[in-house]
Structures are given as structure tokens and as C-alpha cells.
């Protein structure tokens, strides 16, 4: 061999013998990490504090018969575990969350949302069907100081649904810090079915979100990057409460659960494996009463419950590792195998009688997708949706007023995705090209996606139009929405042309 050949062998084993050991470290590393498994609280959280249950908010109805509500985002501190430790915060009308906003289908309603954050932030009213520029996303953003009086028709079933704050980018922070409420329809239907709905009683709103808190008692922003997801906290929040407990009176009670995290799936179901009647999802009833032991969340959907408890006991909410379908890393590091004690149920020794829940519901005209004027395809990979990422002065497509469209929303790149969509409430017509599940046999506006599992879903544009102003189509994810992976699409009249919306935020509101 000549003098440079042998050189080369040399740095050739050498190279070889660093990418071995780094080889070896890495797989040991991560046979490590993977062993360690993820967080796990069932068992050591104290259910020491009553659940806080928002308030209710206040409201009056204007000389035009207008039902007005005032909603006031400032900043906070709150002291979450009783131990002197202030968490600066965010709500709306207080320090944390804020009030619950309810209305009656058919009501016109008003909300005076007062900007008092040091921040430009918007209000979206996630579920609502309602014109675009009342929609409350990026595009009508509050700057500090000035108030803004989206106005709308309520025109949907009864249901959870919620508001958050929307800025392009800002979404994770705000939301995180604690800028959420729950806004509830109710209409005849529901109404008369014999469903337990006494709001605090009977009828419980269970928000709960994941927090990491720093040693000074901050919300902490670390995120996982190996996932990818997110940030994953271990500690629970339920309507903000660390460690939170329910006195319950009545023989069954309703919980309308909310997963507002930011990043972090659940599988919601008893320590004793019991059964519950699942009753609702995001946009309301479901068709029929499911009898299950589980029900798993993404960020941003609902599913409404309702337990019978036994008297005297004791019954514990929990979530166990949701099915991520992305394999062992996202299993351990998406939070595939965490595991939370979430609230406690304490039933009192005397329980008022709770009538039985109807196996029937509501009904639900299903669309047929036969007559889909339009089927599309959207794909969820990188940083974006079909390849481009969420710009502010493009519209991605335009859906006519009146036309049923068939959506294909696929995850294609391994890490977990959701998908939600503005304006309407969807129907699921299969998961993987198979029937879809109890919990998705109602309205919908958010869904899992999980990798290489097409969801195809029907939806229906109606009411309104307006070829400026966009809607959102976005992973729920929220540092995956703020980093791009959201589109935008109008609603024309027939024949009608998109427009192009501004490229920043017109400054919606007036000081
Ligand atoms: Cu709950 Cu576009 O968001
Ligand atoms: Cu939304
Ligand atoms: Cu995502």
C-alpha cells in the first residue's frame, strides 16, 4: 500500500470508531430514556382543593334585543398551590381562565372583549358557526388598550364550546399563560332530554390543561425535542385547581371535559375502570348514548360524560396513556405513557335522584358524500399543510356557501398532529378508512390525526360568505400552529372570486 493509502485506511477506521461509540452512546442514551418511562402522578396527587368552577358571565340584553357580554383579558398572579410561590398569569375578568359565556341558540349576542394585556391579542370563539370577521383569529387582532364587539346570531345545536386567544404566532404563550374560557350553547332540544344541567351542580365544566412550573413558581416553556409536541407539563390544572376535588350530590353528574393544553393528549376514563355514558362531543349530543370506560382527547376537543356515582364514595377521573399511534419514541416522548390523577368525585352520603340517560339523543342528518361538490386532500408534515406554511395574505382555497366538501386530512410525517377547522362543525366518515368511533359519530371541529391514518371528514358551508376574510384550518398543537402548520380558506357566494387578505392583522377594535 502506498504511504496516502494506508493515511487514508487509518482515518477511515478512525472515523469508523467515533460514529461506533457515538452509535452505542446514542442507543444506550435512548434505551435509557426510553426505560425511564414518562410522568406519572396517578396515586401521589392530593385532592386537597374544591374544583373551581368558572362563574358564570354576566350579561344583559340591549334596546335591540341583543344579549351583551363584557370580557376583560389582563394580566394576573395566582399562587396555584397554596405554598407562596406567584405565578404570573393571564385571564379574563381575573387571574386565570375566565367566565363562562351561555347562550341560547337563536340569541343575537354581543361581547365587548376589552384588550387590557400588555399585548395585541384576539378571542376566537373555537366551535362557533359565525361570520369570519366575528371569528376572532389572526386577522382581528385587539392591540392593547382598545376593545372589540365581534357580533353574531347563535345558530347551532347545544354544546362546549370555548375561547381562546388566536394572535398568529403568540397562540402557545397566551394560551398557556391562561387565556381560555368555555362559551356553552343550549337549545330546546337538549333541553328536553332528562340530562343532569344544573351549571356547578350537577353540570361540571372540567378544563383541564398540563403545566410545568419553575422552581419560583413560573409556567415553564421547556419543550421536548425529541417529540416535537410541545410543551408537556406534570402537573395537572383542572378549571385551574392543583389537586382539585368534587362533592357531588346528585346520583349522576355531567362533566363536560375540555382538554385546553396546549400540546398534551388524554385518555380520560375511572380508577376503578367503571363505566360512564359518553353523551357529547365538540359541537353537542351525540346521535345516541355510548356506554364506555374511556374517551381520549387532543388539544382543543371536548367530550361531554356523565358518571352515576355510588353514596359515600370516592371515585377518581384519571388519564392514562392515550393511543398516539406514532410508535414507542412519541410513547415516550409525546406523552403516549403518561399517566395523571386528575379530579376526585366525592359523593355525599345521601345523593338526590338523577333520572336515567336516553339511549337516544339528538338526531343528525348525515351528509352524503356523493354529492361533495369538491373533495380535497390535506396533508400534515413538517412545519406545515401540502407543503406551504400559514401566511397571513394568502388564501389557500375557497369553499362556495351551500356546498358539501369532502376533506382528507392525513398526518404524514410521524409526530402527532390534530386537525381543527373554523365555521363549521364536521362529520368524521372514517379513521384509517375504517367506520368511525362512538366518540366520533357526532359534530366534530377537531380531531387526532395520527400518522398514516387519513381521517375523511364531510362539511357543510352555510350561512355565511365573505371573500376577504378568511377562516383557519390549523394542528391544534399550539407551538405547531404558531410555527405554521395552518391555512386559510373563505366562503364565497357561488361564482364568486377569493379575495386577498392583508399581510399584518388589520387592528380590529377602536380604543
Ligand atoms: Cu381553538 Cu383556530 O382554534
Ligand atoms: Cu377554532
Ligand atoms: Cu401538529
Known sequence: MTAPRRTLVRVLVGVLAVVLVLCCG??????????RGGTDTVGEVDFVRPLAIPPLAASRVDERGRRVFDLLARDGRRDFRGDGRLTRTAGFDGDFLGPTLRARRGEQVVVNVVNRLAEE???HWHGMHLPARMDGGPHQTIRPGATWSPTWTVNQPAATLWYHPHPHGETEEQVLRGLAGLF???DDREAALPLPRRYGVDDIPVIVQDRNFSRSGEF???RNMISSIGVLGDTLLVNGTVGPYLDVTTERVRLRLVNASTARLYDFGFADNRRFDLIGSDGGLLPRTARTDRV???PGERAEIVVTVRPGERAALRSTGPDLGAGALADRFAGGRDRFDVLQLRAADTLAPSPAVPDTLV???RFDPASAATTRRLEFTGRG????SMQMDRIDFAATKDTTEVWEVVNTDGTPHNFHVHDVQFQVLSVGGESPPPALTGWKDTVYLAPERPVRIALRFTDHSDPDVPYMYHCHLLWHEDSGMMGQFVV???GQSPGRPPARAGHGGHD
Open 121 to 123: 391579542t384576539s378571542v
Open 26 to 35: 446514542g442507543v444506550a442514551a435512548g434505551g435509557w430514556a426510553l426505560a
Open 492 to 494: 364565497v357566494e357561488p
Open 363 to 365: 338526531p343528525l342528518d
Open 184 to 186: 356553552l350553547v343550549d
Open 296 to 298: 381520549q382527547l387532543s
Open 220 to 222: 415553564t416553556r421547556t
Open 385 to 388: 399543510i401540502n407543503g406551504r
